[in-house]
DNA sequence: TATTGTTATACTCTATAACTATA
DNA sequence: TATAGTTATAGAGTATAACAATA
């Protein structure tokens, strides 16, 4: 068994079944407590607009793990809800460049702000220790996901 | 801005939106790599029949965050497939019981062996600092969760 | 009447296949 | 030919509304 034979690390008993169970568990309820305004390849694909700038369509549809069709049409989606823009890429004619419009960086930081309201509550609930252990994981799951990712 | 005002807690730069949008990136990020025989939905609610047995439709409903007539479908569909069964509760007339089958239990058993090697192989490219914390962070992930279910 | 569950119907998200435009 | 993107079409998952059966 996998789960028995590669732990995950320092834990005593925590082990790459737990964690994803953990995570599981964890990520059903941050589903069902956050407002459903959009999709959860909608709002990633916003933050990503708005924290590293345009992108293309395939680059988008590639970071999120769904088809170029899906991403066009979510894009022309969101176009409509005049939350990005597309332009034409001058290196490329075939390539269509989207961006964030100042609306679309409103409804970034809105849904951040409405996401961090609402789990600072439970956050700030926990043992100071537990509390720290969580703040200090954050870089791991981060660099957990771009491995996942390049693989 | 709530980002700079309600700090996760020990880390210099965590803060709730981080953490929280690193586990939608992450378990998306799981979700999407372990081959899709069902929904997230499905698979929960066979884990939670697996874990803590049979329940009535209305009960399943609620636990993942779906409405009574998506359930049920979802019931439906499980049943097909040989996953589950449904029966009357003989304390009431109207409840249906929804039970795993054996076929349902080595379901549950092989996706969680198949996600725990896929997330098992990131881990290991962790640096050891890293997966260290990610497992230390394990037990307050949990603790968050009771916490988030409560409120 | 209230509760449990189902059926009927529609909308959103995503996929595959076929097509257009540019390199 | 290969690449970037779109259009056309279909399937899965979920929601609301209306209904049936039981308490």
Redesign the pocket.
């Known amino acids: 068994m996998v789960e028995s034979t590669i732990p995950v690390g320092g834990g005593p008993n925590a082990e790459p079944h737990d964690l994803v169970e953990a995570l599981y568990a964890l990520y059903a309820q941050v589903h069902r407590q956050t407002p459903?305004e959009?999709?959860?390849?909608?709002s990633a694909t916003l933050t990503r607009l708005n924290d590293f700038g345009p992108a293309?369509?395939?680059?988008?549809?590639e970071l999120?793990?769904?088809?170029?069709?899906?991403?066009?049409?979510?894009?022309?989606?969101l176009e409509g809800s005049g939350l990005v823009t597309?332009r034409r890429?001058p290196?490329?004619?075939?390539?269509?460049?989207?961006e964030l419009t100042e609306a679309g960086r409103i409804a970034v930081s809105r849904r951040r702000h409405a996401q961090a309201e609402r789990f600072a509550a439970g956050i700030a609930r926990l043992p100071d220790e537990e509390r720290e252990r969580l703040a200090a994981a954050v870089p791991a799951l981060r660099l957990l996901d771009e491995i996942l990712r390049g693989e």
């Open positions: 459903r959009m999709s959860l390849t909608a293309r369509v395939t680059a988008l549809a999120q793990g769904v088809t170029q069709p899906s991403m066009t049409s979510l894009v022309s989606s597309r890429d290196a490329d004619g075939r390539a269509a460049l989207v």
